[in-house]
């Protein structure tokens, strides 16, 4: 019987061997999403990144307030293949937001014809973000996903939400903005590559957090 094979855990736990060590990985930042008003961009979020990896962010002069652009883009070359990651963010609009497992359908509907046997959907909780990973490939094909859909927990969106509303300055209120948002991470390349760097980028993933700290809650 085909099915979906969700893994409840919040570990993730994995055979495969790490290509980066944490003296060859380093600290970078990433930048939140311009507003209409002008193209200053927040720094947001932090991670630590394998310094292998290739980098490429918009260029200062594009706006990136709409959200089909990427915050920025990651490459992770090796010899004729590489693995892509891309990195978005969604400020809620009047408060509404996408739901994580609704990202996870998306990209799911991605593909032809995807391998039922090899899909895992596993739950995520951590630097105060919960949502879901999605692992899946095509049946036929060597193209493969990993796909994390995050949002802030729900007591940590209130207590954002709350200063949001009391801010008084510009600045303060875009990046409580920003914080709130929904986040995205999502790795393709062949089912080859990605299993062979699973586990940084993994450890990638999971190291993303959030600059500034949330504040007290009201």
Known sequence: MKCVLIVF?????GCESSTATNDQSEMQEICGRND???????????????RTWQRKDPEPSVSIEDTKTALCEFTIPD??????IV?????????????????IARWRNQFSVIDQTATKIIPQAYSGFVGYLLEA????????????ALQIA????????????IAEASHDKRMLHQMMADL???AT?????????RRDIINFARSIELIQEIPESP
Do not use: D
């Open 189 to 197: 390349g062949s089912k080859q590559l990605l299993k062979k760097f």
């Open 154 to 165: 729900p007591e940590h969106h209130a207590t954002l939400n709350y200063h949001w509303k």
């Open 137 to 148: 490939s095509e049946q036929e094909n060597p193209s493969a996903v990993m796909a994390w």
């Open 79 to 84: 010899e004729k293949q590489q693995i892509k």
């Open 36 to 50: 209409h008003s002008n193209l200053e961009r927040l720094p947001v979020y932090r991670a630590k990144v394998p």
């Open 87 to 103: 990195i978005h963010n969604f400020p809620l609009m009047e408060g509404k937001s996408i739901p994580p497992m609704a990202q």
């Open 9 to 13: 855990c919040f570990i993730l736990v």
């Open 184 to 186: 995205t991470i999502k």
